[in-house]
């Protein structure tokens, strides 16, 4: 999978919990989700466990925990489909 078709699914996975004042447009890969989607804990979570189903990768939790930005899901998730 290439970059840009990563970052596009990526981008429809995140913006059903982006708040109404944040549109998807705004998601670029250096978005912070939390400082800069406005993306509060609990939808994180379940953004995390959409990125597990959709691309059928494992994250453990110091891996959920350096997710801060979209950058980063990127790079976990071809760092986890190119070990299988």
């Given amino acids: 999978m290439n970059e840009d078709a990563c970052y596009t699914q990526l981008k429809a996975l995140v913006g059903p919990y982006l708040p109404e004042d944040v549109s998807v ?6 978005s912070h989700f939390v400082k800069e989607l406005n993306i ?4 994180l979570v379940d953004i995390v466990l959409d990125v597990e189903d959709e691309f059928d990768i494992v994250l453990e ?3 959920m925990e350096a997710m801060q930005t979209v950058r980063d899901a990127m790079e976990l ?3 986890k ?4």
Avoid: F
């Avoid at 447009?25 to 250096?30: G, L, M, Q, Y």
């Avoid at 489909?81 to 299988?84: D, M, P, Q, V």
């Fill in 77 to 79: 998730i071809r760092r």
């Fill in 61 to 63: 939790n110091e891996e």
């Fill in 40 to 43: 509060n804990s609990a939808n």
């Fill in 25 to 30: 447009d705004a998601i670029r890969p250096e």
């Fill in 81 to 84: 489909r190119a070990a299988r």
